[in-house]
């Protein structure tokens, strides 16, 4: 590093542990007192002695790659006269594996003089070694050994916990949702198609199935992926992610209903020859960086019209968050969100609110939610196994589910 006009309006401190402080009272003769002051002077005589010393312990290595240089260069220039392939072998190529007695037994000169033979024989190397005046080194092939030995290594096994294993449940498309692709019309009474929020109303996370109502619903064969719940009541390491939707109508008359990759993949035919109803791609956002996909706009069976059908908030929020989604697309969202769960956020001025955040019905001070108890815990629960073991608790999502408000800065990124 270099400073400049150091000593005239600059100054540098030197902070060190104590091992440091040590050394460099042993490098005085007789020793210096431990209340002594070390000045830069001490400080820079420690330096130069430390990088001699690493120089002299080096030395060994230097001198073993002078040799194999010199060794390669002098059979390249007698390949060059002669064209012997087996003098350049000879000169590059070097055992791979040795003895116990190669690697450990210690030759008797080995440790008190480290000019060998083959050495000798180069005079820039024995030059160059006398004038430094290193005569004692150990052997360059056995400090190896013995560094590896000491080179503790952390042994770590990484052990992935899996779901057990259970029997998946067959595929059927039911006559309910070949109904819809049809006629683009929900059956009266459908038997097949339910809240996708079901699983959450089934583990007793709500009260009933009107708290989130209207809801996008889904289809059966979307919600049962085990053979052990046929009904997708369970709320499972098996969630399907969300990807295929289905919708018709516009507006509040909207129906949205989610489907299964086999639903999609065999009712597209009849999607693109009816045109009833629209197939949509989608996929929760999980990276700040990430397009959205929450409007369903970005790509559809059959092409949207010049005005594209936009997906009602309702259905966006709660979409987003069963399929997991981290990230608010509006600042609009982040506020329904905190305004649908009851969060304290959203109730400013409240007296009372629980730990996660939630505000009880008699303590609130904003917009009413259709919750009397809290759901936080079982959301976790939901984007838990969502994220299949990832951390969120940084993200949008993570913040509020854990009581921890979006600051102004975060508030400000996220658009209006």
Not at 248 to 277: C, F, H, M, Q, T
């Given at each position: 590093m270099r400073m400049r006009q150091l000593g005239k309006g600059h100054s540098v401190m030197f902070f060190a542990p104590g091992e440091v402080d040590r050394r460099i009272r042993s490098l005085f003769p007789g020793g210096m007192a431990s209340d002594g002051r070390i000045r830069v002077l001490d400080v820079l005589r420690w330096t130069m002695h430390e990088t001699c010393e690493d120089i002299r312990h080096r030395l060994p290595y230097w001198a073993e790659q002078g040799l194999d240089h010199h060794k390669r260069l002098a059979a390249n220039k007698e390949y060059s006269t002669t064209g012997n392939h087996e003098v350049l072998r000879n000169a590059w190529l070097q055992p791979e594996s040795r003895t116990l007695e190669e690697m450990y037994l210690v030759a008797s000169d080995s440790g008190t003089n480290i000019m060998s033979p083959e050495i000798t024989c180069i005079p820039s190397l024995t030059e160059r070694i006398e004038r430094l005046g290193v005569?004692?080194?150990?052997?360059?092939?056995?400090?190896?050994?013995?560094?590896?030995?000491?080179?503790?290594?952390?042994?770590?096994?990484?052990?992935?916990?899996?779901?057990?294993?259970?029997?998946?449940?067959?595929?059927?498309?039911?006559?309910?949702i070949r109904e819809f692709v049809y006629t683009g019309k929900l059956p009266i009474s459908p038997g097949h198609i339910s809240p996708l929020l079901t699983p959450i109303y089934m583990a007793g996370a709500l009260d009933s199935t009107t708290e989130w109502s209207p809801s996008p619903l889904a289809t059966t064969d979307f919600t049962s992926t085990i053979l052990n719940d046929s009904n997708g009541t369970a709320l499972t390491e098996y969630l399907?992610?969300?990807?295929?939707?289905?919708?018709?109508?516009?507006?509040?008359?909207?129906?949205?209903?989610?489907?299964?990759?086999?639903?999609?993949?065999?009712?597209?035919?009849?999607?693109?020859?009816?045109?009833?109803?629209?197939?949509?791609?989608?996929?929760?956002?999980?990276?700040?960086?990430?397009?959205?996909?929450?409007?369903?706009?970005?790509?559809?069976?059959?092409?949207?019209?010049?005005?594209?059908?936009?997906?009602?908030?309702?259905?966006?929020?709660?979409?987003?968050?069963?399929?997991?989604?981290?990230?608010?697309?509006?600042?609009?969202?982040?506020?329904?969100?905190?305004?649908?769960?009851?969060?304290?956020?959203?109730?400013?001025?409240?007296?009372?609110?629980?730990?996660?955040?939630?505000?009880?019905?008699?303590?609130?001070?904003?917009?009413?939610?259709?919750?009397?108890?809290?759901?936080?815990?079982?959301?976790?629960?939901?984007?838990?196994?969502?994220?299949?073991?990832?951390?969120?608790?940084?993200?949008?999502?993570?913040?509020i589910l854990n009581a921890n408000p979006l600051n102004e800065e975060t508030v400000s990124i996220i658009p209006p």
């Open positions: 005569t004692k080194s150990v052997d360059v092939r056995m400090a190896e050994e013995q560094e590896r030995e000491v080179n503790h290594e952390i042994e770590r096994e990484r052990h992935i916990e899996r779901p057990p294993k259970v029997q998946p449940a067959e595929h059927i498309i039911h006559a309910d399907r992610p969300v990807n295929w939707i289905l919708s018709s109508g516009s507006g509040k008359d909207s129906n949205v209903i989610v489907i299964s990759p086999y639903e999609a993949n065999a009712l597209l035919p009849i999607i693109r020859k009816r045109k009833k109803i629209r197939l949509h791609i989608y996929a929760p956002r999980v990276v700040l960086s990430m397009r959205s996909f929450s409007d369903l706009t970005f790509y559809s069976i059959p092409d949207s019209p010049k005005e594209p059908w936009l997906a009602p908030a309702h259905v966006r929020m709660e979409l987003n968050l069963f399929a997991g989604q981290l990230y608010f697309d509006h600042r609009e969202e982040y506020e329904r969100v905190c305004v649908m769960l009851a969060l304290y956020m959203a109730h400013p001025g409240a007296e009372h609110y629980e730990v996660d955040g939630f505000v009880p019905p008699m303590y609130r001070t904003g917009e009413s939610s259709p919750f009397a108890k809290s759901k936080i815990s079982i959301l976790k629960t939901l984007v838990g196994q969502r994220r299949k073991g990832i951390g969120y608790h940084r993200t949008h999502l993570g913040k």
